[in-house]
């Protein structure tokens, strides 16, 4: 599977952006999705988690409340509504699919990267 992450821009803190990632493929939906970000001069870290099915989902504390993960697998795409952003929230975002059935936190458990979209937030 190949993944083209979009939807990225420029708000005001408490503003909203949707961000998406479409996928090609035909097994777009065995896969477990994950949304991760990485801000400058830090670390990638883990945001958000789906699992094949909408049920199963996991967020990071950080953004727990704000923000939204979705998936769509006729559409093969998997979305994340982000809401009432920070200015903490600034960074490049990634969407990943998970290969292994490791900690769905850790980006080792991902094989497959899109390309990343930058958010950045005003205060």
């Known amino acids: 599977v190949q993944l083209q992450a979009s939807g990225g821009g420029s708000v005001q803190a408490g503003g909203s952006l949707r961000l998406s990632c479409v996928a090609s493929?035909?097994?777009?939906?065995?896969?477990?999705m994950g949304w991760f970000r990485q801000a400058p001069e830090k670390e990638r870290e883990f945001v958000a988690f789906i699992g094949t099915t909408s049920g199963d989902t996991a967020y990071a504390d950080s953004v727990k409340g704000r923000f939204t993960i979705s998936r769509d697998n006729a559409k093969k795409t998997v979305t994340l509504q982000m809401d009432n952003l920070k200015p903490e929230d600034t960074a490049v975002y990634y969407c990943?699919?998970?290969?292994?059935?490791?900690?769905?936190?850790?980006?080792?458990?991902?094989?497959?990267w899109g390309q990343g979209t930058q958010v950045t937030v005003s205060s």
């Open positions: 493929g035909r097994t777009f939906g065995s896969y477990p």
């Open positions: 990943a699919a998970m290969y292994s059935s490791g900690a769905l936190r850790s980006q080792t458990s991902y094989g497959t």
